[in-house]
């Protein structure tokens, strides 16, 4: 490139400090080289041993900035860079290092050694480093992604199959019940892994600056995950390499992060806190909705006692205390919980065909809510929900490689116990909540204490044949000894395949069985349930085509799933925004005996080319219970669904764009009776009726500026910018005519209005 047209270049860009990254680099120091590309918001972590001040730069490389500069003038060197953060990456050699983050060129392969092959359906990995069709988004993306109280599982529900409505941070997937899905950190799946969790979940303890990869299965995944039915999340946390520091404010979240190395980088730690601000925001509320306070925090340790062998720590621990009230204090609410988990990990490696970990873990959950309801001349009660849980668990994983086959298999053993003290007191006076009700006394109280095992044994394997044609196949057995149930064992049979059509197109398709039986922890004391349930099942059958297009990739899939044997749920079918759901009139049991979910998805990817990044997915889909002879569609039914984002990233500056729209979810309406008028809720009217469709515009913009140490990064975020009112629940309000009749006014209320936040977080 010419000078005149790099300068060029340099200012249509808006880069002021361009000359490490355009002048001419060959002779120049490796580490003034990374020192000018700080001012593109990137950060380097190395030491003089392995960037030494005499290492220079060999020839004038094809790159002219980014981190596509950065690489290729250390691959040069046998060095690579590993991500340890956003924009922050660590140097490190080639033969000991994870592999480069963006390699300029893929090395032939030797005859025994095999690449990696996703034979699975409906797998997507976000904020992954390698650059397979496969990947959503880069972490980058992710972390660029605006996501209301800076949410990390905001970013699962951008995929396909997600039903959304921008409260809760944990979705129904393809049309399952949201505890359908297994959340699991690090190998140990977490309980409960939510702040405000009677209050719709809106956080997770994935705290987004912990997290460095995601992966996401939707559906049709293998044999070492289960007793779950729809889907997996499975997450890991960063692994800095080096020693690193971050402090961040927003409107949400105070949060602090540290990570460093001992013993000559044989060891490495990882500490962070977080602490929400909602409480302290609540004071400034226009309206008076209580204070939730919460606070989290994460600890790792990490060794290697050998090349071969390494051992780990993981604790995470969470306390949340919230107050809530609505009505003029009529209705109040005070709850306390307390998630703490902790687990060692010992990975070995038999030789290089053969691995092996196990993990022993411990996890302790306090669940307490107290609530009063006191409303003259309509109703009075009182609730007491205490709950305490223990895990303890042993988990043991292998990888064999041997003849052309790769093996996985292994078990887990938990003791599970528990205990459960509830009681509620309700007076309904007649004439409510409409004139003509009759009233009605509940008296409700269980205080069972399950104790028990929880036990699963899974292998599968995977093959291929004359390079095109590979095969997985496995099968899991899981039983229960806490529910009380004769159950058995449930046997669960899986397998995919994957056809490569052409280097740029490949064909997948898979079935399967998954069972998830009811956790110690869901038992629905609440609702009078005082036994647990048979294990459900669902089967999956799901087939798609994948194909890379010159600049973008495209994936279309289809699914069905078929549920039986499916537990009976609550839902209170006019308003599920409410502080005691148990204590409302409009609360129902849905007994479906099956259900049976379908859809097709489509997802555009558009590679990154120059600032811009992007993507875009369609799905169409529906969800039904059978209930008796008539099929009923679920209250998170969406037929039409379309996620639209895009990216611009240029030197400091990163701005994203994300619309998510879907079509209206079911609601209901009251039946009134022909000869009386008097209004009341039909099970067999259920879902009949649509709400209007849900639209969001999510906006973020992130500057980043070079500090003398480190960078401070500065985000503003709107959630719901245009403040569309996208409906959630229905009230009715009881009017008395002129001419003395009563007539029942339908008032909808909306989700969230537009959520302003901003903050910084300083990075070393």
Request: charged share 20%; aromatic share 10%.
């Amino acid at each position: 490139m010419k000078p005149a047209l790099r300068r060029l270049v340099c200012l249509s860009t808006g880069m002021l400090i361009c000359h490490a990254a355009l002048a001419q680099l060959q002779d120049r120091s490796v580490g003034d080289v990374l020192n000018g590309l700080r001012a593109e918001g990137l950060i380097f972590i190395y030491n003089d041993q392995i960037v030494p001040a005499s290492l220079r730069v060999e020839t004038e490389p094809s790159a002219h900035h980014g981190v596509a500069l950065a690489e290729e003038i250390l691959a040069a060197h046998g060095l690579a860079l590993h991500e340890a953060a956003p924009r922050v990456f660590a140097v490190v050699r080639n033969s000991n290092g994870p592999p480069p983050r963006r390699a300029p060129a893929a090395p032939k392969a030797e005859p025994d050694e095999l690449e990696e092959v996703v034979v699975q359906t409906s797998r997507y990995t976000l904020a992954a480093e390698n650059i397979a069709p496969k990947n959503f988004l880069t972490q980058d993306e992710v972390q660029a992604m605006p996501r209301l109280a800076d949410e990390t599982l905001r970013a699962v529900q951008r995929l396909p199959g997600a039903a959304t409505n921008g409260v809760s941070s944990i979705s129904s997937i393809r049309g399952g019940e949201p505890n359908e899905t297994a959340i699991i950190l690090n190998g140990l799946r977490l309980y409960e892994p939510f702040h405000l969790k009677n209050f719709y979940s809106p956080i997770s303890l994935l705290d987004s600056r912990l997290i460095d990869s995601i992966e996401f299965y939707s559906g049709g995944f293998p044999a070492p995950y289960g007793d779950r039915m729809s889907a997996i999340i499975n997450a890991h946390t960063i692994n800095p390499g080096q020693r690193y520091y971050e402090v961040g404010v927003s409107l949400f979240h105070v949060n602090a992060l540290a990570a460093t190395t001992f013993d000559d980088e044989r060891g490495q730690a990882l500490i962070s806190a977080r602490r929400g601000n909602l409480g302290d925001l609540a004071q400034f509320a226009e309206q008076d909705f209580g204070k939730p306070d919460y606070a989290d925090g994460f600890a790792r340790a990490e060794y290697a006692l050998t090349d071969a062998t390494r051992v780990s720590f993981d604790a995470l621990a969470s306390g949340d205390q919230i107050v809530a009230h609505r009505d003029r204090n009529t209705q109040l609410a005070r709850a306390r919980y307390r998630n703490a988990y902790g687990w060692l990990t010992l990975d070995h490696e038999w030789s290089p065909d053969a691995s092996s970990r196990v993990i022993g873990s411990f996890t302790d959950l306090v669940n307490e809510r107290h609530g009063s309801v006191a409303e003259p001349g309509q109703r009075s009660g009182r609730v007491r929900d205490l709950r305490t849980f223990h895990i303890a668990g042993l988990r043991l994983e292998n990888d064999l490689d041997f003849g052309g086959v790769s093996h996985r298999f292994g078990g887990e053993v938990r003791q599970l116990w528990g205990d459960y003290d509830y009681a509620l007191d309700l007076t309904v006076s007649p004439g409510f909540p409409f004139p003509g009700s009759p009233g009605s006394v509940t008296t409700r109280s269980a205080s069972p204490s399950p104790e028990g095992f929880e036990n699963s044994a899974y292998w599968d394997m995977r093959t291929t044949f004359w390079n095109k044609l590979t095969l997985e196949a496995g099968m899991r057995v899981d039983v229960q000894t806490y529910d009380g149930s004769d159950d058995g064992e449930q046997w669960s049979p899986r397998t995919s395949v994957l056809y490569m059509l052409s280097p740029a197109t490949k064909l997948r398709a898979g079935w399967g069985r998954f069972y998830q039986s009811q956790g110690i922890n869901e038992l629905q004391v609440e609702d009078g349930i005082s036994q647990f349930y048979p294990a459900q099942h669902a089967d999956h059958a799901i087939m798609s085509v994948e194909h890379a297009f010159d600049g973008f990739d495209v994936r279309v899939e289809a699914y069905r799933k078929y549920y039986r044997r499916i537990h009976p749920r609550f839902e209170n079918i006019l308003d599920p925004l409410v502080l005691f759901p148990e204590a409302e009139f409009d609360r129902v049991m849905v007994d479906a005996r099956s259900a049976r979910a379908e859809g097709v998805e489509v997802l555009m990817q558009m590679r990154p080319k120059g600032p811009w990044s992007g993507w875009l997915s369609y799905t169409w889909s529906q969800v039904t219970d059978r209930v008796g002879n008539t099929d009923v569609p679920r209250s998170w039914d969406q037929r039409h669904a379309v996620n639209l984002g895009v990216t611009w990233a240029s030197g400091p500056w990163t701005a994203t764009l994300v619309n998510s729209y879907h079509s209206g979810w079911p609601t209901t309406s009251l039946t009134f009776d022909p000869q009386t008028g008097t209004p009341s809720i039909e099970s067999s009217a259920r879902n009949r009726s649509r709400f209007g469709d849900f639209n969001s515009l999510d906006l973020r913009l992130t500057r980043t500026f070079i500090l003398p140490r480190g960078a401070l990064d500065v985000f503003v975020e709107l959630s719901n910018a245009t403040s569309r009112e996208n409906p959630c629940c229905v009230e009715y309000e009881v009017r008395e005519n002129e001419d003395g009749s009563i007539s029942y006014v339908r008032d909808v209320d909306s989700w969230l209005p537009i959520v302003p936040s901003a903050g910084v977080l300083w990075r070393y």
